[in-house]
């Protein structure tokens, strides 16, 4: 039964409302401020209770926000003037004129109460909606690596940021032998639908990088996949490579598909961009992905990271590599140096997903 708050200044109009109301609805009386403490679904208001009790309506309006708290103004048309007509829908949501046909009051009554249900029915549908998404964000950040391979030579670690609770931004690693492929990915889009996609496109290129090359891997991928890429109108860019132990330093065969946010940072200093090796998966095919390949020696760095990283919700700008790195102490372990990065780069909550993936060239 709906609860309706009785905020009537005038004894006996509160009186027989009161007795008129409920027939239908739970009511109470409000004769004191702490009436206001326990919960209503509707006020129903005069001119002397919202003088008496403006401040207790507006903080029990506040106080269930986003859910909508409806109060009932009853006033006489004549009384209602331009500056008290601005006062009353600071706090009011509908008004109704005296003398009141009870026909007109119950409409009133029941329309408010209606649209009470509905916010309080969305609230609830809201909150649902919220702990699926976190729970799904906990399965998205579960599927992604936790350990690094332990490689000889080489120091591996990755994060992935969400801008909402869910990504399209992915990282992946699987080691074999004295190798590990490893995969950055970035969705067209943010939130849930990006993040199918990328579970999707996860999947298939772990179904296939451990027994093929990252060239002909991606093409696999790219023939898998490009229907329903087509049918989503979506695309994902990858950097999709294998990096293995060499004598000395480490040898990396890589392809960039669109990704195009890939550079090693020498251990001099200098700041080496990788090449693309073809379009987006999802686009057409215009050639097999082209493998490129570079060689890490001891003490150099490879950065792998999606836009979200180096982009701002109040710029298109583009960070550069050497700001992004600058002043970083190298001699940190990769897990430090991925921490750092993150902590400049996003001094504010990401616009985009963001994620890095570093790979150290060790001892």
């Given at each position: 039964m709906s609860r309706v708050l009785v905020v009537l200044g005038h004894a006996e109009n509160r009186r027989l409302l009161a007795d008129?109301?409920?027939?239908?609805y739970e009511v109470r009386l409000a004769e004191h401020p702490e009436a206001f403490d326990e919960p209503f679904d509707l006020g129903i208001v005069d001119w002397l209770g919202l003088e008496r009790y403006g401040p207790r309506i507006e903080a029990a309006k506040r106080s269930v926000q986003p859910i909508y708290l409806p109060f009932l103004l009853v006033t006489h048309r004549q009384g209602l003037g331009p500056g008290s007509a601005r006062q009353a829908w600071e706090r009011v949501d509908e008004l109704i004129y005296t003398p009141v046909e009870k026909i007109e009051l119950g409409a009133r009554v029941e329309m408010l109460l209606r649209a009470r249900e509905l916010s309080l029915l969305n609230a609830a549908l809201r909150q649902k909606l919220e702990l699926e998404l976190a729970r799904a964000g906990e399965v998205q950040a579960a599927l992604l690596p936790r350990c690094a391979p332990a490689l000889r030579g080489i120091d591996l670690a990755a994060r992935c940021i969400p801008a909402r609770e869910v990504s399209g931004d992915f990282f992946d690693w699987q080691s074999n032998d004295e190798a590990v492929t490893m995969t950055v990915g970035d969705v067209m889009g943010k939130g849930m639908p990006a993040a199918l996609l990328a579970a999707t496109v996860r999947a298939a290129l772990r179904t296939v990088a451990r027994h093929h090359d990252p060239g002909a891997a991606l093409d696999l991928v790219r023939e898998s996949l490009s229907g329903d890429l087509e049918h989503t109108s979506s695309f994902a860019t990858l950097f999709h490579a294998r990096v293995a132990c060499a004598n000395p330093g480490?040898?990396?065969?890589?392809?960039?598909a669109g990704h195009g946010h890939a550079f090693v940072r020498t251990r001099e200093g200098d700041i080496l961009r990788l090449?693309?090796?073809?379009?987006?998966?999802g686009f057409p095919a215009a050639a097999p992905y082209r493998e490129s390949t570079l060689t890490l020696r001891e003490g150099d760095v490879l950065f792998v990271h999606s836009d979200g990283l180096v982009e701002t919700a109040e710029t298109t700008a583009v960070t550069a590599p050497a700001e992004l790195v600058a002043g970083l102490d190298m001699a940190c372990p990769a897990a430090r140096i991925v921490e750092e990065v993150l902590d400049r780069a996003l001094r504010r909550p990401p616009f985009d997903d963001a994620t890095i993936l570093v790979v150290k060239c060790a001892a």
């Open positions: 008129w109301l409920s027939a239908h480490a040898s990396v065969r890589y392809v960039d090449a693309r090796g073809g379009r987006p998966v």
